[in-house]
């Protein structure tokens, strides 16, 4: 008989072990009614069938479909005998579970329960296709209350409305925080009355999957505080649930806190049909597309124009004879909603008062932010908006040299003076990690003493990376507001726009912690814990903490929503938690944002931005999480399989972070021996965590490079599209659009490579055969070293001997062609032992994607070994024909007389000041 227990280890979480619980239930059913009557084997299966049905039990207790009452309604056809008919009922809530098929028509429920069989059914009733959800009651009721509250509800519902809902009952705190871990279904909360605490139903089987339930205590409080306490977690691990309150407590009596905690507080003689009104009500609202609905009315409605934009409704297009297939190949809805208009419904993006101005307030609940703005040219425009609205010339930046090539453009504009921060090399696999707080904190501290820490503003970082490293976001702000409690923090978090819906994920997100860290340093508690930490610091150390009555809570968030969300291309959004934004900054913002927002923004991009946020307040934490399963599926196939680990390696934690950043010590998420590790204390502790979402596939053992891998085998023969490359690796990434499907599909595709691979090693010669060893040797053991920014020559310098670069200056410099001169890269070392090379553009090699040398910075030997050892066809700035362009040496002596005399006239200003 086939082994069907399940180890909790070997699953990510607890729908992926759902999923496999009801396949293996489907069979083991199955292979019951093959067994003969009465022999030994139906006996086994029976026994097999049983155990499996009671230890789904433990879980389904926490859902509406299947629930508790179907997988005991099984149970009790297993008892009468009713093999056939059970294995027909495993196989039916089986493919309705898999194919979501329940959740497109609730129907489906209520038929199931009055014995109707759902293959059967066709459509919603009246043609109405419905949203279904379901709503968690936290009450210590009977199983009799229980099936009348149940039945009331149903009878409210309408078969013509546009939601429906299913009830889920549970009685304890704990078993209430479970069921919001488990079940992505639940959109509301109502919590009546005073519940208890403790959870009696906790099975081995879920428990790996609720730790960070079981690591909460509040089992001293008393039972009346419970219900609250639960509202305020909620808004913290799943913010955009609905949550109601029914007590009796007077209003008198209830806390602010609980006030504010619930969107709805009832009390007991209120009508349940109130309630449910109001659960319909609250789900209503937050479907609204204010934005997207206003165009798709506009849409509708017959006009002239006689404006710009002959594209518009079309006209330009379906009359067309030569291009009209560009029009039916995107359909007409899109040439109708394509307009100039800002009336008649529609907004300014540059200045909204209606539809545009609701859409972006919704964004701004749904990301945790104070304000949020949408941006139509992407996040390369966002970046450059919050630099140039935040900080003007002459003010310091600290930034991280490997960030996105548009913050440097941006510091051109600015005419900031940046401090370039360097990451970690990893130089085995040709990329970049991400900064060590301790080195930030260094040169911080080198300003201060400089005198010149008045002059900076804003740390600028990227998070996470291209290859999925995420700082410790709290411990980097409290660190460094504990040195300048009015520091400015901008994080690009162009590839982590998905984070904020999902709670381990979301605690490493600028807005989550902008608002942890402003209620945190108001809090009476904080300035009791500040003041025994100052009295704790010794005479040469500097406080870790900051000081309350200083700090101010500025943080910045540029986010490339297309990129992991559903958004069209370009689709991006600023989000700003700021404290002092009306008082300091609006204006500024405001002139920056309407500098380089177009006056023509695409609306189709930002009715997909309006869209994409209710798509994420609804289904946002079940995709996220589905996301991430899909990588850990990714990453255990590979590791596992003997075919594909012959030639690839998923690289994980301990490949991409030293040791002294892992304080959980978690050095890989998964091993075929023991399954899965858990992530959430690295999550929580850690100074860097590895994103799963991205998977790098190290492939030196192929012999292959990853710019050949991505184009000859992974585009050219399979059509796969992959995010980057370096010498030796390519980069996977999944998304809330990756299927199990594509996953397979990739799997499939690498066997393919693996076996043709295989064949291609065998027919080589011996001379073959040499070349290729030599190629695999070169992939996997010679690696070119990665160099740190050098620094800025002095002629470009601040302050001679402190950090910090005019850039803006050097960049300016070279658009006069008699400042400058080309020289070959294989001439630069020779020239470099009589003269120094000064750059005088951005050198940016793809990969890595980001400058290895900027206007005014120094080339060092380290920069010239690396781009001789590069292997790339695309760098930009740079000539293969003509060379590096660097600056002529008497322009350098020039700008060093006339930097000289700045300096002095500087300091007389200072002086005199």
Excluded at 209 to 223: E, G
Excluded at 582 to 598: L, V
Excluded at 869 to 883: Q, T
Aim: glycine fraction near 6%; charged fraction near 25%.
């Amino acid at each position: 008989m086939p082994d069907n227990k399940i180890a909790s280890s070997h699953h990510y979480n607890i729908a992926q072990l759902r999923v496999e619980f009801w396949n293996n239930l489907k069979s083991e059913s199955t292979r019951l009614v093959a067994s003969h009557r009465g022999s030994a084997q139906e006996k086994d299966h029976k026994q097999e069938v049983r155990r499996m049905l009671k230890e789904i039990e433990g879980v389904e207790c926490y859902f509406a479909f299947p629930g508790l009452a179907r997988t005991t309604a099984l149970s009790q056809m297993l008892e009468r005998q009713e093999h056939t008919a059970l294995s027909n009922k495993i196989a039916e809530i089986t493919k309705n579970l898999v194919s979501d098929r329940y959740r497109s028509n609730p129907d489906f429920l209520e038929d199931d329960e009055q014995g109707v069989d759902l293959t059967e059914k066709g459509e919603a009733q009246d043609g109405v296709k419905k949203n279904y959800f379901e709503v968690l009651f936290l009450e210590d009721i009977s199983v009799q209350e229980e099936s009348r509250l149940k039945n009331d509800l149903r009878e409210m519902q309408k078969s013509n409305e546009q939601f429906g809902y299913g009830i889920v009952v549970q009685r304890t705190f704990e078993d209430a925080m479970i069921a919001l871990l488990f079940n992505s279904n639940i959109q509301a909360v109502v919590i009546r009355y005073a519940p208890q605490y403790h959870s009696k139903k906790i099975t081995p089987l879920i428990k790996p999957f609720i730790q960070n339930v079981l690591k909460l205590d509040f089992s001293d409080v008393q039972q009346s505080e419970l219900g609250p306490i639960l509202g305020m977690l909620i808004k913290k691990f799943r913010p955009e649930i609905d949550t109601y309150y029914v007590t009796d407590t007077s209003l008198n009596n209830l806390k602010d806190s609980t006030l504010k905690s619930f969107r709805r507080i009832f009390y007991r003689t209120e009508d349940l049909q109130e309630l449910h009104l109001t659960i319909l009500r609250g789900i209503s609202e937050r479907y609204e597309t204010p934005f997207f609905s206003a165009l798709k009315e506009y849409s509708k409605k017959p006009t002239g124009v006689f404006h710009a934009m002959p594209i518009s409704r079309g006209n330009s297009i379906f009359k067309s004879r030569w291009i009209s297939d560009f029009g039916n190949f995107y359909g007409r809805n899109m040439f109708l909603a394509e307009t100039s208009s800002t009336t008649g419904g529609l907004d300014s993006l540059l200045q909204p008062t209606g539809s545009l101005k609701k859409a972006q307030k919704m964004a701004s609940d749904a990301y945790g932010s104070q304000n949020t703005f949408f941006v139509t040219n992407g996040t390369s425009t966002a970046n450059k908006i919050v630099v140039q609205a935040l900080v003007k010339p002459g003010d310091v930046i600290l930034i991280d040299r490997d960030c996105h090539k548009s913050h440097h453009y941006g510091l051109v504009l600015a005419g900031a003076y940046p401090v370039y921060l360097d990451s970690y090399p990893i130089e085995e696999y040709s990329m970049y990690g991400a900064v060590p707080l301790e080195q930030i904190k260094e040169k911080l501290l080198k300003l201060k003493e400089a005198g010149r820490l008045d002059l900076v503003k804003m740390l600028l970082l990227t998070n996470c990376t291209f290859d999925g490293l995420v700082y410790n976001v709290e411990k980097v702000m409290q660190e460094i507001l504990a040195i300048k409690p009015d520091m400015i923090f901008l994080w690009d978090e162009a590839w982590f726009a998905f984070a904020g819906f999902t709670y381990n994920y979301k605690q490493r997100t600028g807005m989550f912690v902008a608002q942890k860290l402003y209620e945190k340093y108001r809090s009476n508690s904080y300035r009791e814990e500040y003041a025994d930490h100052i009295k704790s610091v010794k005479k040469d150390e500097l406080p870790r903490m900051p000081n309350p009555d200083e700090v101010r809570i500025r943080v910045y968030s540029t986010q490339s929503t297309h990129k992991t969300l559903s958004s069209f291309r370009q689709g991006s959004m600023i989000h700003i938690w700021d404290e002092d934004f009306r008082r300091k900054s609006e204006n500024t913002f405001m002139e920056a944002y309407m500098t380089h927002t177009s006056t023509s923004p695409n609306y189709q991009m930002l009715a997909s931005l309006d869209a994409g946020r209710r798509q994420v307040q609804f289904e946002g934490y079940e995709l996220v999480e589905k996301s991430i399963e899909m990588a850990m599926v990714l990453r255990a196939k590979i590791n596992d399989h003997p075919r594909l680990n012959k030639y690839f390696d998923v690289l994980t934690v301990s490949d991409f972070i030293p040791k002294e950043y892992r304080e959980s010590g978690l050095s890989e998420y998964y091993t075929q021996k023991e399954g899965w590790n858990r992530m959430e204390t690295a999550w929580e502790k850690d100074e860097f965590v590895l994103d799963p979402t991205k998977i790098t596939l190290h492939i030196g053992r192929t012999g292959v490079d990853g710019d050949t891998f991505k184009n000859k085998y992974l585009m050219d023969k399979f059509n796969i599209q992959i995010n980057k490359t370096s010498r030796n690796t390519v980069l996977f990434m999944t998304n809330i659009g990756t299927t199990r499907g594509s996953v397979t599909y990739l799997t499939n595709a690498l066997l393919k490579i693996a076996d043709e691979l295989d064949k291609e090693f065998l027919s080589l010669s011996q001379k073959e055969n040499k070349i290729r060893q030599e190629r695999i040797h070169s992939l996997t053991k010679d690696f070119p070293p990665l160099p740190d920014f050098s620094f800025f020559h002095h002629s470009f310098q601040a302050v001679p001997g402190v950090p910090g670069g005019n850039i803006r200056e050097a960049f300016f410099l070279a658009y006069n062609e008699d400042n400058y001169e080309y020289l070959p890269i294989n001439q630069c070392l020779a020239a470099m032992e009589n003269r120094t090379l000064v750059a005088s553009s951005f050198i940016i090699p793809y990969p890595p994607g980001f400058p290895v040398l900027v206007p005014g910075q120094v080339v060092s030997d380290e920069i010239i070994r690396f781009l001789l050892a590069l292997d790339v066809s695309e760098i930009h700035g740079y000539r293969a024909d003509l060379g590096l362009r660097l600056f002529k040496d008497n322009v350098l002596n020039r700008q060093k007389t006339v930097t000289s005399m700045g300096s002095m006239g500087n300091a007389k200003k200072k002086l005199i000041k």
